[in-house]
């Protein structure tokens, strides 16, 4: 196991900031850097602790097979659906276009 | 984005040059009841927004719960595929910024599929086997549908906003994704076609899908790069998505082989990108950069516990596989004793399967055979549709070939109810009664037909009574006017030469 601290680059946060579609300016991008690396290391404390016979783990309780019959089940109007919504047309919620992507 | 204009480059010079690699991933949506992780319908065509939850949503608090039938068919699929089952596996996050899924995250598998390592051996039109390997089939979920209001064509370059129905997010999805394809040559477009195609046929055949390419319910993406003849490393792949026919995958694939081999031969590079397929032309455009499977940021979705199917369960799954289609036209083969060409004759035509459940309600395969290859694929020609699209089930050709053995209808007459029943009159027999097709079958009615037709042409009867048996013809086409055509001609010569004797 490394022994280096974990840290996070300026560029990281940058790159993870646009994946969140945060606009973060180049101030705060030194200021999360070091936040970021501070908790980072943190969490790996845990790996301290844990040995390497001790799997990581996803979910809290040991269960498995966790079905759902295939039957339909009541949901919601498409009133109830849209009265969150800041801004609907046609039964759709609206959204602002997105830029440069396509799913 | 990336400018559109490209030389392409012909088709057989790409092939002198480079050697294609292939990559296909099939999405196909379930057609269970309800949505993978929430009770919701799943049904087509539903006014928006109406068959939605907190759950699919994305609504705070909501939790989802998996479909066992959703599980169930994604281990089906993965043993018809040959591939091994997971002992144990999880959900992931795959987190990523779009409107068409409401929770910012698509719930689906990362490095832990359900179904891995597996293959799909394919015929090719000159009936030669091509093994496909699998890499994973995977769960996951749809996304909603987006539609671009404002802007040029509708598309979502220029649109002023967009309009979300997230009645088919959360759908059940699996993705299946083959390894690397290499080796196909000038084959390539065809290896892809014939493999979308067999899947195709075998999901139906799992009845696990609509499998309709056209509603969506079965989409390929086309990863296509070029290595150089010689080379050993694999170029820079591009990635077609939502190819929606048969043909559009063929010619999805030879479109990105010149497109490529264009970039390639000019000096540039192939920049790793999603592409559009337009069905008009043929041809493929820019879409976004591709995002990398990291910056998807996976993780195990701690909403859902880890899916560990038991070898039992897993063992009893595989007792309920159909006769798959392979198993199927092996099969009939031998039963009806087919050569290779007869075969194959019969699967490019569409009638395979169709003759099959003829055969399966009843018919001889002959019977069968003859009329889904002579006269329903006229019917069909003349009215332009696929033989399947025909207004016609193998149960209602099966009793119709009944009702000939039987005497009940001639071969002529039969001809005429199948006319009853693809104009939507009705099952058959429903066609034999309001048409009053039924052979005369009534001898005392033929006599009384015979007697007139002989008093009518007194020489030939003559004839027939000096031995001329073969004059007997003229009296049975007098016969047969007189009853419409509905007598069965071998019994009217029978009954005229005991008339005359
Ligand atoms: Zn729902």
Known sequence: ?103 | MTTNTVDLVDYDEVLEKFDPVMGLEVHVELHTNTKMFCGCPTTFGGEPNTQVCPTCLGLPGALPVVNKIGVESAIRIGLALNCEIAEWCRFARKNYFYPDQPKNFQTSQYDEPIAFNGYLDVELDDGEIFRVEIERAHMEEDTGKSLHVGGADGRIHGADYSLLDYNRAGVPLIEIVTKTIEGTGERAPEVARAYVTALRDLLRALDVSDVRMDQGSMRCDVNLSLMPKGATVFGTRSETKNVNSLRSVERAVRYEMSRHAGVLLSGGSVVQETRHFDESDGSTRSGRLKETSEDYRYFPEPDLVPVAPSREWVEELRGTLPELPWQMRNRVQKEWNLSDAELRDLVNAGALDLIAATVKAGAPSGEARSWWVAYLTQQANTQGVDLADLAITPAQVARVIALVAAGDLTNKLARQVVDGVLAGEGEPDAVVESRGLKVVSDDGALLAAIDEALAAQPDVADKIRDGKVAAAGAIVGAVMKTTKGQADAKRVRELIIQRCS
């Open chain 1, 1 to 103: 196991m490394s022994t280096e601290p974990p840290s996070i680059t300026r560029d990281e946060v940058a790159h993870l900031a646009r994946l969140a579609r945060l606009t973060v300016s180049e101030n705060e991008l030194d200021v999360f850097a070091g936040q970021l690396g501070d908790i980072l290391n943190a969490v790996a404390k845990v790996s301290e602790v844990a040995g390497a016979d001790i799997p990581p783990t996803s979910h809290a309780l040991p269960l498995t097979n966790v079905f759902r019959e295939d039957v339909v089940r009541p949901g919601l109007t498409q009133e109830q659906a849209l009265s969150g919504a800041p801004k609907s047309e046609d039964g759709r919620f609206a959204v602002p276009r997105i830029l440069g992507e396509e799913a």
